[in-house]
T-cell receptor, first 115, second 114 residues
C-alpha cells in the first residue's frame, strides 16, 4: 500500500461549490504539506502543519483552508471553488530529524477541474 | 526571500547522450538544495540533496549534482540517459532556518528519444 494516499484522484466541480481533498499517511511523520502544481509554475505551498496543533499558511493560502484531524490525516478545503483553482494538488509528508530536512514524500496527486 | 530559477523549461535529449539541467537560486542565508523528479502521472520523489560537506552529490538512477556557492548554482547531470528518464525535474531550496520548507523551481521537462 502507498505511504501517502490522496482522495479523490480526480474531481470535477462547479464554481461556488465547497470541496474537500483528503490526505492520509502511514509513514508516522509529524509534518504534512499541501501544494498545488500549475504548468510552468512548479509547486507552490498552500498550507503546512508541523503537528496536529500547528497549522501555517504557505505562499498561496487565499481561498483555501485546512484541517489536521490526526497525525496521519490532513485535509484541504476549497470553500467556494473558482476556475483558477483548477490545478494538480499534492500532499506531502516529512519527519523532523535534521538529516531528513527537506526530504518530503509525496502522494499521487488530485487533479481538480473547476468549471 | 529565496527564489529558484530553472533555466530550461524543456530539454530534448537522445538516449545514451548526457544531460545537464541548470538551477540557480538566490537567498540571503544558508540553504539546502534538492532535486526532485516527477514521472508521468506520479507524485514527486527525491533524486538527491545537498545539506553540507562535499559539493558533489550523487543520487539515485545515476544522477549527480554539484553545489557551487559562488555561482549560487546546483546543476543536475547524468552522463548517459535512458528512455525511462523522461520526466519533469524540479530544483528546490530550503533556507537553513525555514524548518525544511521547500521553494520549488518551475521545473524542466526532459524528453528522451531513441
Amino acid at each position: 500500500d502507498a505511504d501517502v494516499t490522496q482522495t479523490p484522484r480526480n474531481r470535477i466541480t462547479k464554481t461556488g461549490k465547497r470541496i474537500m481533498l483528503e490526505c492520509s499517511q502511514t509513514k508516522g511523520h509529524d509534518r504534512m504539506y499541501w501544494y498545488r502544481q500549475d504548468p510552468g509554475l512548479g509547486l507552490r505551498l498552500i498550507y503546512y502543519s508541523f503537528d496536529v496543533k500547528d497549522i501555517n499558511k504557505g505562499e498561496i493560502s487565499d481561498g483555501y483552508s485546512v484541517s489536521r484531524q490526526a497525525q496521519a490525516k490532513f485535509s484541504l478545503s476549497l470553500e467556494s471553488a473558482i476556475p483558477n483553482q483548477t490545478a494538480l494538488y499534492f500532499c506531502a509528508t516529512s519527519d523532523r530529524t535534521s538529516g531528513s530536512v527537506g526530504t518530503q514524500y509525496f502522494g499521487p496527486g488530485t487533479r481538480l477541474l473547476v468549471l | 526571500a529565496q527564489s529558484v530559477t530553472q533555466l530550461d523549461s524543456q530539454v530534448p535529449v537522445f538516449e545514451e547522450a548526457p544531460v545537464e539541467l541548470r538551477c540557480n537560486y538566490s537567498s540571503s542565508v544558508s540553504v539546502y538544495l534538492f532535486w526532485y523528479v516527477q514521472y508521468p502521472n506520479q507524485g514527486l520523489q527525491l533524486l538527491l540533496k545537498y545539506l553540507s560537506g562535499s559539493t558533489l552529490v550523487k543520487g539515485i538512477n545515476g544522477f549527480e549534482a554539484e553545489f557551487n556557492k559562488s555561482q549560487t548554482s546546483f546543476h543536475l547531470r547524468k552522463p548517459s540517459v535512458h528512455i525511462s528518464d523522461t520526466a519533469e525535474y524540479f530544483c528546490a531550496v530550503s533556507e537553513a532556518d525555514s524548518w525544511g520548507k521547500l521553494q520549488f523551481g518551475a521545473g524542466t521537462q526532459v524528453v528522451v528519444t531513441p
